[in-house]
């Protein structure tokens, strides 16, 4: 069985390698909405850069790479790491991975040389807290006063996406525009946007609201009878899926009391009511998961 996170990054790279998902997030959060690039301008790059490790080559991941391009000439790179946690040495991270770029633009191994671009989409709970920028992370440092201006100014450009103010989610135009609106607004959230993604929009609120279950999403669209390409709005979508969700819980939290009750567990029973993860946990050991 997966894990819970292995699963999420794989929603969460899935969506954004949209394209027109992947370009509406550089236009919305880079440029403040203006249309700088567009689906077609943006062709997928590699994700795997090689580094030198203690012993070995070793490899590091990012989660989306795209190529701008005028004809056959790349201008730019965007990187776009998602990300769960804080990590205050993301900073590190970046100048490995963006300094892997640049080397390989050196030794001649790409089509010619551009700038790269990264942005980290922060999906997590808490406040990011980390050092945005090179000279706060190194801040404790006892250094001469005159050193700091030839250290680099290195910055990272996180996006807090459950914290987008409203402005900001205005902004996009993609299905990045129902993501953004659901996490701020709650499970209240209706809109009559049409939704183009729909499987990969159910799946990113399902994994983003902890529910790690996301594979019976297609299943669920071919009984509804409800295809890609079809005209259906947030509140059409989420009205059916969110109804038969309910319909569905309560059948199997009563099967899971029952089953509680017959066993005499009282007391995991009591537990099970006031806790979800350990509600989660007893839908796992007696198959109702």
């Not at 000279?135 to 006063?145: H, I, T, V, W």
């Not at 902004?171 to 939704?195: P, T, W």
Request: aromatic fraction near 10%; charged fraction near 30%.
């Amino acid at each position: 069985m997966q894990k819970a996170k292995e699963i999420k990054d794989i929603v969460e790279k899935e969506f954004l390698a949209f394209p027109d998902v992947a370009a509406d997030v550089i236009n919305a959060l880079l440029y403040q909405g203006n249309k700088i690039t567009n689906a077609k301008k943006l062709l997928s790059g590699p994700t795997e850069s090689i580094y030198q490790g203690e012993a070995r080559l070793r490899n590091q991941y990012e989660d989306l790479c795209k190529y701008e391009m005028s004809g056959e000439k790349i201008i730019l790179m965007y990187l776009i790491a998602n990300q769960s946690k804080p990590d205050s040495r993301m900073l590190l991270r970046k100048a490995g991975y963006i300094g892997g770029v640049y080397r390989e633009q050196y030794e001649s191994k790409t089509w010619g040389i551009f700038p790269v671009v990264e942005l980290v989409l922060y999906w997590g709970h808490p406040r990011w807290r980390g050092s945005r920028d090179i000279r706060m992370l190194f801040r404790k440092q006892k250094l001469p006063e005159e050193t700091w201006k030839y250290i680099d100014r290195l910055k990272l450009h996180v996006f807090e996406m459950r914290y987008l103010p409203p402005k900001t989610r205005s902004l996009f135009q993609s299905d990045m525009r129902i993501i953004v609106d659901f996490l701020a607004e709650g499970n209240d959230y209706r809109s009559d946007r049409k939704i183009i993604h729909k499987a990969a929009v159910i799946r990113m609120i399902r994994i983003l609201s902890g529910d790690t279950d996301s594979q019976d999403i297609e299943k669920w669209l071919e009984e509804q009878k409800i295809q890609e390409e079809d005209d259906i709005t947030v509140c059409e979508l989420f009205n059916q899926y969110v109804r038969q969700g309910k319909a569905e819980g309560e059948n199997r939290l009563a099967r899971l009391v029952q089953m509680l009750i017959d066993s005499g567990r009282n007391e995991e029973l009591q537990r099970a009511l006031s806790d979800q993860g350990y509600r989660n946990q007893l839908y796992t050991e007696t198959g109702l998961s």
